[in-house]
């Protein structure tokens, strides 16, 4: 039986974020996959080639902030 569970890795152990069914020392196969956040979904969308000082210039100007949205 296949049982998905959220857990949190921290300090070498990884953490159920919920109770698990199984007994005390149970053997069982972990396989990892990583949440993805929005900022992960994102990156390399954009396939910059430019001067990485003109790209941060970009990203801080404040004519493309988030107040000046429509």
Known sequence: MNVEIEATFENGVFRPCQPVALEEHA??????KPRRTSLRDLAG????QGDPEV???IAEDPEFG???SP
């Open 45 to 48: 969308m954009m396939k910059w």
């Open 66 to 68: 988030i107040m000046e």
């Open 27 to 32: 053997k069982v196969v972990l396989t990892i």
């Open 55 to 57: 790209l941060r210039r």
